[in-house]
């Protein structure tokens, strides 16, 4: 198969998504939400991780907590966590939705944005998935009804190569 000079620019449309696969995910220590303690990305290495930015006036991210939460119940493995970063300016937002939709993994507070800047976040809800290694396997923007059916099957996927 020859390269066709004319799809170069169809490809560099698309090299921007690529560009965090495979990088190492930023580490990061921060407090629990309702002060339970502090958690450090760096911790969770040699599992997989579902790093979820999330706020309590975004709809997408207000259907995708609950969602998140069954799925994490239904792997049930200790080489897995999701982490949850609630960006609210305001906690008691945040606060206020976990205590009507409690979730079963961590939750973290990040009014300052001191998590989420460095990620580049720019819109929510978004995610990535990390690898045990440490790194970015895949990044997720926005949320529908139906997408953890396919993220689970990339984490059981990962999770086999354990």
């Known amino acids: 198969m020859r390269f066709n000079p004319l799809k170069l620019p169809f490809l560099i449309l698309f090299l921007p998504g690529l560009t965090f696969a495979q990088e190492l995910a930023l580490?990061?220590?921060?407090?629990?939400?309702?002060?339970?303690g502090l958690?450090?990305?760096?911790?969770?290495?040699g599992r997989v991780v579902?790093?979820?930015f999330w706020a309590s006036w975004c709809p997408p991210c207000l259907l995708s907590l609950p969602a998140y939460d069954k799925m994490y119940r239904e792997i049930d493995d200790p080489r897995f966590e999701i982490i949850a970063v609630n960006v609210d300016e305001n906690t008691e937002n945040g606060l206020e939705f976990l205590e009507d939709h409690p979730v079963s993994y961590p939750v973290m507070?990040?009014?300052e944005g001191a998590?989420?800047?460095?990620?580049?976040?720019?819109s929510?809800?978004?995610?990535?998935?990390?690898?045990p290694a440490g790194r970015i396997v895949r990044k997720?923007?926005?949320?529908?009804a139906g997408d953890e059916?396919?993220?689970?099957?990339?984490?059981?996927?990962?999770?086999?190569e354990l």
């Open 50 to 52: 579902f790093l979820d």
């Open 109 to 111: 507070a990040d009014p």
């Open 115 to 122: 998590i989420g800047k460095p990620y580049g976040i720019r």
């Open 39 to 45: 958690i450090q990305l760096s911790d969770y290495r």
């Open 124 to 131: 929510l809800p978004v995610s990535y998935l990390i690898g």
């Open 27 to 36: 580490d990061f220590s921060a407090a629990e939400i309702g002060g339970n």
């Open 140 to 144: 997720y923007r926005d949320y529908k």
């Open 149 to 160: 059916i396919e993220l689970k099957q990339e984490i059981l996927n990962l999770l086999k």
